[in-house]
């Protein structure tokens, strides 16, 4: 069934909605669901590597349909985003690499470096490095050869 919403809520739906972030110009291009980070000049496609701590989980909403947009419309450069502060609990529908063969619910997933997540690497494989964990899968997924947006929970 194709995604039409990015953020889903917590399990009781959440009355008030969204947290949102303050509205920015959007200073490159990028469509829902993936990870944003701030700048000075205002929001841009995440970039971090996944073993660098300290990122916010900021997901870029769909376009509404009332403002002539669908989920699969991109943002461009000019625009104005409010993106969502995805807070512990709640679920979102984010970008996921292309490539990921997520074969649970609850395998844990890191940034990507290009505004998707990855199946995060642990501290369990061996001689492994520790990534930032942002999420959490909720749904089984192979991603293929294409990005794809997945259900997924913060911890």
Do not use: C
């Not at 943002?75 to 979102?92: H, K, Q």
């Not at 063969?101 to 642990?122: E, W």
């Not at 001689?127 to 293929?144: F, P």
């Amino acid at each position: 069934m194709a995604k039409r919403k990015i953020w889903l809520g917590p399990l009781d739906n959440g009355v008030n909605g969204p947290l949102l972030g303050s509205p920015g110009l959007v200073v490159d291009a990028f469509t829902a669901g993936e990870l944003l980070v701030r700048t000075a000049a205002g929001y841009a496609t995440a970039s971090a590597a996944a073993t660098v701590f300290g990122a916010e989980l900021l997901i870029a909403p769909e376009i509404s349909e009332s403002e002539g947009g669908l989920i699969t419309t991109a943002y461009t450069v000019g625009d104005t985003v409010e993106p969502i502060v995805v807070r512990s609990g709640e679920f979102v529908n984010v970008a996921v690499a292309a490539g990921q063969n997520i074969t649970s619910k609850g395998t844990p997933l890191s940034s990507n470096g290009d505004g998707t997540l990855k199946i995060a690497v642990t501290p369990a494989t061996v001689g492994a490095t520790s990534e930032q964990v942002l999420a959490h899968s909720d749904e089984i997924i192979n991603t293929g050869g294409a990005v794809a947006l997945a259900t997924v929970r913060k911890p």
